[in-house]
């Protein structure tokens, strides 16, 4: 039996939570011992919805319940703080991201973990996705052929946001990236991960603040990467301006093309060659097929309730069962420290462009 406690009962916890009591249920093997929030009425709805204790501070909780493993749910800015308690306390920490503002801080977290004994983990939630995996799964075994490019692009509506909302204003702007510190991990590994055996380094960033979103530092972000072996060019792009939100994930290679929309799941694979010659009347009827049998999938996906997140309880399925055989956790160190030092690369890029 693993004990486990949750800090930090905002939106994603539910996520967390579910997971938590879905697995209790079906293997006996996780016990959720104790929630912590600075909110009391969020704590005491969480500690009665899914029955156990309810702490309002991380300290009282850690020396109440001493949980093996605490998964950190509080916002960015909190969590070198809470990990750092919750490792010298003895407890394993599973924590959303971003672990840490940058990667020399990350490091200090995981050699803290190494030295007690213990892991420290990070949500990369998205790249357990199924259709993440899937489109992993087709680059790796060269279906679209060589891969020459891969570009993951957000596109969020900010400006009536709770990052926006000027009576309460939100810490996540006092990060290195300001309000794109809150996406950028997400956007960073799965670069890394659609494009499988390549080694990405930042060749260039522009950092822009094009909007009058009060608060923001930046609201949009260009960035290109390359990796010198493979020759791929990796693409993240951010706008907080645009509408409709769009979350997607595109692989190009010398034989197809496909893409993913996170925030409205399927697949879309595009074969675009006849021979040497391009065909937009083929292209178009393959582009058609694609999109149908895409927007099919999101039915189904949405009679199934299948969300975006669904990729967060197949992380945490594999984390608890990698604890239990004692095997390497899905989301390793190394994982982890590579984003963080990407990030440190667009972060360093940062003056210029600057709008
Ligand atoms: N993996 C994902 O897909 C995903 C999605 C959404 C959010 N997140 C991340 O999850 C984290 C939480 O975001 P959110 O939007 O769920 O919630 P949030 O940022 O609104 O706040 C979470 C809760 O933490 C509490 N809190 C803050 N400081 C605390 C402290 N010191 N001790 C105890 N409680 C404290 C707050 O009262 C709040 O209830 C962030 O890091 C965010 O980036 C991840």
Redesign the pocket.
Known sequence: MVTVAV?????????HLEFLAHHNRKSNQIELVGV????SA?VNYAASKYGCRGF???DEMLTTVSPDVVH?????N??V??ARQCLEAGSNVI????IAPDATKAQELIDLAQAKGLFITE????KFNEEIVELTESSTRGDLGEICEVEVRMALDMAES?FADQNMP???HDMPAGVI???I??LTYLVTTVAPGSDFRVTDANWRNVSDIPGFEWDNLSVELFCEKTKTIGRIRFDARTYPDEFTVTVRGTEASAVNNIFSPGVTVTKLRMGKQLSPLLNGIAGGIGGVSSNAKDLVNKVKRKT??HG?AVMLEQTYSAIQAGAPLPVSDSDILSTAKLVDEMVALQTKGKA
């Open positions: 800090v930090g009962v905002g939106p994603i916890s539910e996520q912590c929030d600075l909110v969020s309002k501070s991380l950190i749910l509080t916002p960015p909190t969590h703080a809470l924590c959303e991201k971003p949500s990369h939630n998205y709770r939100n810490p996540i510190h809150d996406f991990t997400h975006p997140y967060l």
